[in-house]
């Protein structure tokens, strides 16, 4: 028994000084992260910076920007392509050139130019929200095509059954992506339910008011109309108008999609002004947009020799889906910068 008391007493004395000589252990990642990071310039070129979805984008990015010892910016073209293209053609000329440029695209072809020029200096390129024919580094942002099934499925269900089964589209343009892969997305469940007929499909060119005019029409030409879907909650609010002028919010159920900020989405489903939203989750999103610039800028590879699609995911929420953290709030996140 002694001697095996010894040998523990032994065993457990060695284990001591293995443990007390070993040396510690530095964790390389933190120092490799900071030295890919640190200094790095990042740019967000939006359609517009008033609007929701462009200043919760500029938060998140910020916030995560200048944790990891970057330098963020932004630019505002206030809805002008010229202006957003001339702010693209200064950042990537400057000798404070991005090494990732974040843009909003108006539309498919308007920038390409400009972002292969980027990418051939060396800054890498990510396109957010809007898709363009450009093979940008990353797209993070919305299946368009799946959001608009996702919309169609929703009047379908709102308009019931016993309907007129008549709906209509307020579309974007004819050249903006979201609107176009939007459409084809509605159309693909159209085909699949025949017994429901567009009966008007006017473009708004993303203008609330245009959107209250054109709906106004239509309600006037087809005022049986059940469902109405407009492409972007920055102009269904006119859409919104016109319904409630012809008093028939009732009647017709309305179906836009948005940036899931609250004013402009949760209070809407909550008041009826709109009977379904699918909402991009922002945070998460922007989420995304902070870990691709992470991978990016220490992956060593250059800039125009990665092509990834990270889609936001996303459903169509009606007022019985509603819950506390459904929606961010603008005005929140405006507070919490002070």
Same mark, same amino acid.
């Given at each position: 028994?002694?001697?095996?008391?010894?040998?523990?007493?032994?065993?457990?004395?060695?284990?001591?000084?293995?443990?007390?000589?070993?040396?510690?252990?530095?964790?390389?990642?933190?120092?490799?992260?900071?030295?890919?990071?640190?200094?790095?310039?990042?740019?967000?070129?939006?359609?517009?910076?008033?609007?929701?979805?462009?200043?919760?984008?500029?938060?998140?990015?910020?916030?995560?920007?200048?944790?990891?010892?970057?330098?963020?910016?932004?630019?505002?073209?206030?809805?002008?392509?010229?202006?957003?293209?001339?702010?693209?053609?200064?950042?990537?000329?400057?000798?404070?050139?991005?090494?990732?440029?974040?843009?909003?695209?108006?539309?498919?072809?308007?920038?390409?130019?400009?972002?292969?020029?980027?990418?051939?200096?060396?800054?890498?390129?990510?396109?957010?929200?809007?898709?363009?024919?450009?093979?940008?580094?990353?797209?993070?942002?919305?299946?368009?095509?799946?959001?608009?099934?996702?919309?169609?499925?929703?009047?379908?269900?709102?308009?019931?059954? &016993?309907?007129?089964? $008549?709906?209509? %589209?307020?579309? +974007?343009?004819?050249?903006?992506? =979201?609107?176009? @892969?939007? /459409?084809?997305?509605?159309?693909?469940?159209?085909?699949?339910?025949?017994?429901?007929?567009?009966?008007?499909?006017?473009?708004?060119?993303?203008?609330?008011?245009?959107?209250?005019?054109?709906?106004?029409?239509?309600?006037?030409?087809?005022?049986?109309?059940?469902?109405?879907?407009?492409?972007?909650?920055?102009?269904?609010?006119?859409?919104?108008?016109?319904?409630?002028?012809?008093?028939?919010?009732?009647?017709?159920?309305?179906?836009?999609?948005?940036?899931?900020?609250?004013?402009?989405?949760?209070?809407?489903?909550?008041?009826?002004?709109?009977?379904?939203?699918?909402?991009?989750?922002?945070?998460?999103?922007?989420?995304?947009? &902070?870990?691709?610039? $992470?991978?990016? %800028?220490?992956? +060593?590879?250059?800039?125009?020799? =990665?092509?990834? @699609?990270? /889609?936001?995911?996303?459903?169509?929420?009606?007022?019985?889906?509603?819950?506390?953290?459904?929606?961010?709030?603008?005005?929140?996140?405006?507070?919490?910068?002070?």
């Amino acid at each position: 028994m002694k001697y095996v008391k010894a040998l523990f007493a032994a065993a457990t004395l060695s284990l001591s000084v293995f443990v007390t000589a070993a040396p510690a252990q530095e964790d390389p990642g933190p120092a490799a992260y900071s030295q890919a990071l640190n200094g790095k310039r990042v740019m967000l070129v939006p359609m517009a910076m008033g609007f929701d979805l462009a200043q919760g984008w500029a938060h998140y990015l910020q916030t995560e920007v200048e944790a990891f010892g970057g330098v963020f910016e932004t630019r505002d073209p206030n809805w002008s392509v010229e202006a957003g293209a001339q702010a693209i053609t200064e950042a990537i000329s400057s000798d404070t050139r991005p090494d990732v440029l974040i843009v909003h695209s108006p539309d498919l072809n308007s920038y390409a130019r400009l972002l292969k020029k980027a990418q051939a200096a060396g800054t890498y390129v990510i396109l957010i929200d809007n898709p363009a024919n450009f093979a940008a580094d990353a797209f993070v942002g919305s299946d368009w095509d799946r959001l608009g099934q996702l919309e169609a499925e929703a009047v379908i269900k709102g308009c019931g059954p &016993n309907s007129s089964k $008549k709906i209509g %589209l307020v579309q +974007g343009d004819q050249v903006n992506a =979201s609107s176009l @892969y939007q /459409y084809a997305g509605i159309t693909k469940v159209l085909a699949k339910n025949p017994d429901f007929q567009v009966v008007a499909k006017p473009d708004s060119n993303w203008d609330a008011t245009t959107s209250r005019n054109v709906t106004t029409t239509m309600l006037q030409q087809h005022p049986d109309i059940c469902g109405i879907i407009d492409f972007w909650d920055g102009d269904a609010s006119g859409a919104a108008a016109a319904i409630r002028d012809a008093k028939l919010q009732d009647k017709v159920f309305l179906v836009t999609t948005g940036g899931g900020e609250k004013a402009a989405d949760c209070d809407n489903l909550e008041n009826g002004t709109y009977g379904a939203v699918v909402m991009t989750e922002l945070h998460h999103q922007s989420r995304d947009i &902070n870990a691709i610039i $992470k991978f990016l %800028l220490q992956s +060593g590879q250059p800039a125009g020799t =990665s092509k990834a @699609y990270i /889609y936001t995911l996303e459903k169509a929420t009606t007022k019985a889906d509603l819950k506390p953290d459904s929606c961010w709030d603008l005005k929140a996140l405006k507070t919490a910068a002070k």
